[in-house]
């Protein structure tokens, strides 16, 4: 197959990026120029650090070598002779598996100056993160990967122009580039005829967590409800006494959903329409009884902990929202404070070089919307409604929100 | 993780051969140094930016960007425990708690004798089975149950 045979079969696939944008897969990598002198790049993002997301490792540690697969592919689509594997630092055991399966593919002579034999060299490095979760942003990522502070770059220039070492770059999701090699063994068609919606292709991973009866990773169908996924494949709530509450679909920068809003498609573009984001494809579960206000003030802070410091209304807002909100839950705000935190929200928004502003923002101005009758409840019972911070909660029935 | 802390530099120079022929090395040299001497005393910081022609500030600024990068030493032993959404749906404020009692030190915090710190962690892609914790890398989940037991024992508790 031509570079431009493995291009057409990957758009034909509808194949769209897992990291949380949604990115069609095939067009991605066609944006690399043709005709650049330069050396090229491909970057897997193994970063995976999004609280709540949990299945480009569950593909590191149980099948690295489909990963291998797909990265291979996609550097002889764009022509490129190396790839960088950045596993977020946390992921040890993953790390140790994919540098084995590497280890694998140069003995077997998979990889190396002459790949499977064809003339091809293709060399494929992995590197450790340490400890940013910025570094999943993709320019972050490209920072880091030079040695620096991963502090996200201006675009443009697109990383498919100048990315890694300011040569043509494509960065994919761990999980994007393992559907690869399927796709092209059986071709598009068998991938699109996998899912269930005509507009999107293929299974997807979904990571459900929180108060569900069977939590975990399920290779699902594309196009299925969030109610299906979690009545009927992850067995409904774990406290069957317990009505479900809200879903964060995504991770935790989604904005939250109720359960009216369960009844679309969990796909990237079905769920945009009840105002949310498919994400990384992991849901977590919210049970009755847990308290938005102490959930939100929880991810607020791992935001403000996270930001990487060059845009100011990301570095300074995060902080005084996870302030704001940390008052609240203690009973000490008042009502002016729950408007602030929409003003701080929305002049965030927007407002900063990566997307972590809104990654921000979101859950703070869509937990306000849906919920702001609990944060006016903290305001005028000057404490929390779900009682004090729990100290020795009971771990199985796990109201320990 | 039997680390010394104190900087050696003929040992750093064995660690940090294996990377100076690769672009973007200052990353994978402070991993090493870190991972032999358990933190990235400022000494190190000099000794690097020497040798790969950046200024301690350079560098300085990367030790203090990431948050694997010590300035400090830590106890000989490293726990961190998920406190992220799907734990805390699974009980982790509790496990901290026991943690806590049962390590003798706040979560945070390195034990005087510098035998262990006890970290927080957001999220270790365990969410299906936590509530989650790392011992020196190692990942155990389930904590809550029987994977509390495991945990300490990894403690050497
Ligand atoms: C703050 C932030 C964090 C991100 N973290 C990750 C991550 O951990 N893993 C990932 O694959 N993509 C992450 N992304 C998305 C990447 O920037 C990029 O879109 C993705 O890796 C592209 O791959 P895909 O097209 O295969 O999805 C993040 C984006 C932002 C703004
Ligand atoms: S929330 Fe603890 S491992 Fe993901």
């Known amino acids: 197959m031509t570079s431009d045979d493995i291009i057409k079969v990957v758009i034909d696939s509808k194949l769209r990026g897992r990291g949380g944008a949604g990115f069609p897969a095939g067009r991605k990598w066609s944006f690399v120029p043709k005709d650049s002198p330069k050396p090229r790049y491909v970057c897997v993002n193994a970063d995976e650090s999004e609280p709540g997301t949990f299945k480009d490792r569950y593909i590191m540690e149980r099948d690295p070598h489909q990963l291998i697969e797909g990265t291979a592919i996609a550097c002889k689509s764009i022509n490129a002779h190396a790839a960088y594997i950045y596993v977020r630092g946390e992921l040890g055991l993953a790390a ?11 003995a077997a002579g998979i990889l190396g100056k002459n790949v499977m034999g064809s003339g091809y060299a293709l060399d494929i490095y992995l590197h450790r993160g340490a400890g940013a979760y910025i570094c999943g942003e993709e320019t972050a990522l490209l920072e880091s990967l030079e040695g620096k502070k991963g502090q996200p770059r201006l675009k443009p220039p697109f990383p498919a122009v100048e990315g890694l070492f300011a040569c043509p770059t494509v960065i994919n999701n761990v999980e994007t580039l393992a559907a690869v090699g399927p796709i092209i063994q059986n071709g598009a068609a068998w991938w699109t005829g996998l899912s269930r919606t005509e507009a999107e292709g293929g299974t997807k991973l979904i990571g459900v967590s929180g108060h569900v009866a069977r939590p975990g990773v399920y290779e699902l169908p594309g196009g299925l409800t969030l109610r299906e996924i979690i009545f009927e494949v992850a067995g409904g709530m774990r406290n069957p006494d317990r009505k479900l509450k809200a879903v964060v679909p995504g991770g935790t920068s989604c904005p939250i959903l109720l359960p009216h809003e369960l009844d679309t498609a969990y796909d990237f573009d079905a769920i945009k329409k009840v105002g949310s984001m498919m994400g990384t494809g992991c849901p977590a579960v919210i049970e009755e009884g847990t308290c938005i206000v102490r959930l939100l003030k929880r991810i607020e802070r791992f935001y403000a902990h996270e930001s990487c410091g060059q845009c100011t209304p990301c570095r300074e807002g995060g902080d005084w929202l996870f302030k704001i909100i940390s ?15 929409e003003s701080v929200a929305s002049k965030i928004e927007g407002h900063t070089i990566c997307a972590f502003g ?15 009758e609990e944060f006016v409840e903290h305001v005028k019972q000057k404490r929390c409604p779900y009682g004090p911070i729990p100290v020795a909660p009971v771990a199985l029935s796990g109201v320990v929100a | 993780m039997g680390h010394s802390s ?11 051969l294996e990377h100076s022929h690769q672009e973007g090395a200052l990353l994978p040299i402070l991993h090493a140094l870190q991972g032999r001497f358990g ?3 400022p000494e190190a910081v000099a000794w690097v930016a020497e040798r790969l022609n950046l200024s301690r500030a350079e560098v300085h600024g990367v030790v203090s960007f990431y948050h694997d990068f010590r300035d400090h030493p830590a106890g000989r ?5 998920c406190q992220a959404e799907a734990c805390q749906a699974r009980g982790a404020r509790h496990v901290t708690a026991q943690l806590e009692e049962r390590l003798g ?8 004798d510098r035998s262990l710190t006890l970290e927080p962690v957001y999220c270790l892609g365990l969410c299906g089975n936590g509530p ?3 011992v020196d890398g190692r990942p155990y989940a389930d904590l809550s149950g029987r994977g509390l037991a495991r945990c300490l024992k990894g403690v050497g508790r």
């Open chain 1, 327 to 341: 008052r609240i839950e203690a009973g000490q705000g008042s009502m002016a404070d729950i408007d602030k935190i």
């Open chain 2, 39 to 41: 933190w990235i005393a």
């Open chain 2, 77 to 81: 032993q490293v726990i961190k425990v």
């Open chain 1, 96 to 106: 140790v598996r994919v540098q084995q399966a590497l280890d694998e593919c140069y």
């Open chain 2, 132 to 134: 989650a914790a790392l």
């Open chain 1, 358 to 372: 809104e990654a921000l923002s979101w859950p703070a101005r869509s937990y306000l919307k849906k919920f702001r």
């Open chain 2, 6 to 16: 104190d900087f050696d530099p003929a040992e750093a120079a064995r660690l940090a």
């Open chain 2, 105 to 112: 030190v706040k979560l945070g915090q390195t034990a005087p």
